[in-house]
């Protein structure tokens, strides 16, 4: 009997990410997704743009299964959303959010710690020396594993949830708004370091944001939505250089 | 007054043992059943919010039953002594357990359990390590005020025949012997805060070593 090898190493490269048609629809209201199709490549830096309600949020919560298409579908890894193991999945995606949502009652080591507890996937001497790793990874000092959230800047809060979401080392790493609270002064030395690492970890990053110097700065390419759509997906020169339409000039603040 | 009350203590120690020792058991047994059963039953209204307001509303009107009404009212179903005692006490606790249970669990941040979950963790772990510890003062809250409302009204239960310092306190009365009403009373006020103190102790360590709100 011939042992194939693990086929998914032999394919042609394929996007790690791939909506499909996807619409998604509230009752009463307009299409939050209005048959949005795109793809995200692997190891992409990937920023999203767009109005509040013009369905980033949604469509990132799509991809981690936190939402579900009404109709479309949404692969990961090849793997279709809808029809997989959500828990798995979403483990093996790193999740940050706009109030960095640590657990305030868990240490920070026990906080960064979280997603591995789940599925009990460190040991006790594992869990120490991964979290020291990891807070040397996001630049904090080791000595803050064992300190409250409640002790930290909103700087360092967002450091720790960055270091939460690369714990398991996800090839994913979907980030909502995560540096919308914080000074822009600490904003522009994260965004400087998320930079690093992305470079360094090969994590594909999908990065929403309101910020259009943000968006321009840390994508590869930068996705700009409106009611839905996609209005506009290309790199930051050739958004600045040719922007699609109005909307998209209006965010560049060229009109 | 005092002298009459301290000569009680001294003369009749045993039986106040004795009856010290069955309050602390009517009680201990009424909390251990009212907590179990008001914790479970807010967290399932608290993970079911459409049945939250039918429960609430009847914990509500049931809470407002008089306590002795009540006692009355389980005799002919099940008799006098001890169970219906530790029953009407049960049915009183329930209630600050579940409104506080419900409380906490509900009002826990929905963006911190958008994270737990967009994380991985099954509906089980977002309870057992988010919600159920983040609620954890308010429901501690509410043991508080179950624990010190039960050790109180167990002194009626004696009405209908249970054990603890409600005998004193009824035998007093029946005797116009007001030192030992007044001396069953001191008893219950007596654990009444200590199991308070107790309580408000741990209350204060977990937020401590938790750094909560």
């Not at chain 1, 590869?220 to 930051?236: I, K, N, Y």
């Not at chain 2, 002795?68 to 530790?86: D, E, F, H, Q």
């Amino acid at each position: 009997m011939t042992i194939w090898p693990d086929l998914a190493c032999c394919k042609m490269p394929e996007p790690i990410i791939r909506f499909n048609d996807v619409t998604k629809i509230y009752p009463g209201s307009p299409p939050v997704l209005d048959h949005l199709s795109f793809t995200v490549e692997r190891g992409e830096f990937l920023t999203v743009i767009g109005r509040s309600g013009c369905g980033k949020t949604t469509m990132l919560k799509m991809i981690n299964g936190l939402l579900l298409p009404d109709s479309g579908t949404v692969e990961v890894e090849g793997v279709n959303v809808s029809g997989t193991d959500l828990i798995a999945l979403r483990r093996s995606i790193g999740y940050v959010i706009q109030n960095v949502g640590l657990f305030y009652h868990m240490t920070v080591g026990k906080n960064i710690a979280y997603v591995p507890s789940l599925s009990r996937a460190w040991d006790k001497p594992t869990r120490t020396r991964r979290v020291a790793e990891l807070l040397d990874i996001v630049g904090l000092p080791r000595n803050f594993a064992d300190r409250y959230p409640s002790e930290l800047s909103g700087g360092q809060r967002q450091r720790v949830g960055i270091a939460r979401a690369l714990a398991l080392e996800p090839a994913i790493m979907l980030m909502d708004e995560p540096f919308g609270a914080v000074d822009e002064i600490t904003r522009r030395s994260l965004q400087d370091e998320l930079c690093r690492l992305q470079q360094t970890l090969k994590v594909t990053i999908i990065f929403i944001t309101h910020d259009i110097r943000e968006a321009l700065k840390l994508g590869h390419r930068v996705m700009v939505m409106d009611a839905g759509q996609v209005v506009q997906l290309d790199t930051p020169d050739r958004i600045c250089s040719d922007p699609k339409d109005h909307f998209v000039r209006l965010l560049l603040g060229l009109d | 007054m005092l002298r009459a009350i301290f000569a009680l203590y001294r003369n009749r120690s045993d039986w106040f043992l004795e009856l010290f020792v069955a309050h602390m058991r009517l009680c201990g047994i009424s909390i251990l059943i009212a907590g179990i059963i008001g914790l479970v039953l807010g967290i399932l209204i608290a993970e079911h919010r459409r049945f939250a307001p039918a429960v609430i509303g009847v914990c509500n009107v049931v809470y407002t039953i008089p306590s002795i009404s009540l006692l009355g009212l389980l005799i002919p179903l099940l008799g006098v002594g001890n169970k219906p005692a530790i029953t009407a006490l049960c049915i009183y606790g329930v209630m600050p357990m579940v409104r506080n249970t419900y409380t906490g669990v509900s009002t826990v941040e929905p963006d911190l359990i958008e994270a737990a979950l967009g994380m991985g963790s099954t509906d089980w772990q977002v309870l057992w390590r988010v919600k159920l510890p983040m609620a954890m003062s308010v429901i501690l809250a509410g043991l508080r005020s179950m624990v010190v409302m039960i050790i109180a009204t167990g002194g009626i239960a004696a009405y209908i025949g249970a054990s603890g310092l409600g005998v004193a306190i009824f035998r007093g009365i029946t005797m116009y012997n007001t030192a030992m009403t007044c001396a069953g009373s001191i008893l219950i006020a007596a654990l009444a805060l200590i199991a308070d103190l107790i309580l408000s102790r741990i209350e204060k360590h977990l937020k401590k070593t938790r750094r909560m709100k």
